[in-house]
């Protein structure tokens, strides 16, 4: 059974930073696709980052290029997702996402099987 728990998410200031990690069972962060999503109200859910399992190729949206950054601790089977010079146009709810393989289309929230519930991240 995947379990993903998200955490780290809050209210700062534009130009600030957070952290997100992604609790997973067992070893999923290590042998499937992790993604990171996150969703406005009224809003589509968008592919904000993804990792590859094995050598750890990530991908990430245009608007995040360059000042997010996914990453993960095997040993620890969390995903994370370092946030930096936050903006307003970040708020949203930001979701841990797992799949068995993904490809080109990792931005599709389609593509994945397994959902975290959620973490808020309002930024002012």
């Known amino acids: 059974h995947v379990q993903l728990v998200e955490s780290g998410g809050g209210s700062v200031q534009a130009g600030r930073s957070l952290r997100l990690s992604c609790a997973s069972s067992?070893?999923?962060?290590?042998?499937?696709?992790m993604g990171w999503f996150r969703q406005a109200p009224g809003e589509e859910r968008d592919g904000v980052a993804a990792?590859?399992?094995?050598?750890?190729?990530?991908y990430y949206s245009d608007s995040v290029k360059g000042r997010f950054t996914i990453s993960k601790d095997n040993a620890k089977n969390t995903l994370y997702l370092q946030m930096n010079n936050l903006k307003p146009e970040d708020t949203a709810m930001y979701y841990c996402a797992a799949t068995y393989a993904c490809g080109s289309s990792w931005s599709n929230s389609r593509v994945f099987t397994y959902w975290g519930l959620g973490t808020q991240v309002t930024v002012s």
């Open positions: 067992g070893s999923i962060v290590s042998t499937m696709c």
């Open positions: 990792m590859w399992p094995g050598g750890g190729s990530t």
